[in-house]
Structure formats: C-alpha cells, structure tokens
C-alpha cells in the first residue's frame, strides 16, 4: 500500500489533471481523506474477520483509528507534494526526478519489510492467527 499511496498516486494525479492543481483539486483531493478516515471502523470490522489478533488489538486501544487516519493523511499530502514537484518539473528533470522518489519508495518499503524486536515478533503472531483461505479473505473484504 506504500508505493500505491506515496508513488502512484502522485503520478495518477498528474495523468489525471496534468498541470491543473488548482487548490480546488487540493481541496476535493483533501475530502478523500475524510472519507477514509471514516471508513476505517468498517474495514478494520472487516480485517477482524480474517486476522483474529488484529481485531484483538483494535478492541483493546481506539488509538489506532486516529493513528491510521494520520498516517494516510501524511501519506496523502506526501502523493499530493509529488505529484506538483512532477507538474514543477522540466522535462530535462522529469525522468530523475520521478526516479529519485521511485528508489526513495523502495527503500522505505525495503525498510518495511525488515522489522526488528518485538515489531518482528508481533508481525509473525499476527502471521500465525490469520485465515489463509484467499477466497475467503477477498470475499469477506469486498
């Protein structure tokens, strides 16, 4: 979901409205991320379903509701800053600059995927309680 949000979503922005990032685009932009954020309950009922322990650790704090708004709010401004660098750009500096955040994504992605601790530990416990039925899970998270 990293590299959709922080990659793709700023050059779909670009595709869809080229130059035109008028603050109205900003501001219909900025309303999606209201609308996520109050789906969050919704899909998170959803993810109790296939990943028992993650539903565990959603009963017990309501932390994490404003935590993942935040975080797609911080990854949404961060799209939204990329697709206006790219609007900014001349076309000798395109290609880097597109290049520069697509290495800067995979390596925070890269980052991800090599956790420590008890972050590494808790992500395998949450591994071991999930269902692995694939249609079942795309079922249940339509």
Do not use: C
């Not at 597109?98 to 090599?114: C, E, K, N, W």
């Amino acid at each position: 979901m990293n590299a959709h949000i922080s990659f793709d979503l700023g050059m779909a922005l670009v595709d869809v409205k080229g130059e035109n990032l008028s603050q109205s685009v900003r501001e219909d932009f900025n309303k999606i991320n209201l609308i996520l954020a109050q789906m969050i309950d919704s899909i998170q009922s959803k993810i109790r379903q296939v990943s028992p322990l993650i539903g565990l650790l959603d009963i017990l704090s309501r932390f994490d509701e404003a935590l993942t708004a935040f975080s797609i709010k911080i990854a949404r401004d961060a799209a939204w800053g990329f697709a206006v660098g790219i609007s900014e750009q001349s076309p000798d500096n395109l290609e880097a600059f597109i290049q520069a955040r697509d290495q800067s994504v995979a390596t925070f992605g890269q980052q991800l995927l090599q956790l420590q601790g008890l972050v590494r530990l808790g992500v395998r416990l949450i591994n071991l309680t999930e269902r692995k039925n694939i249609p079942y899970i795309v079922d249940t998270l339509r």
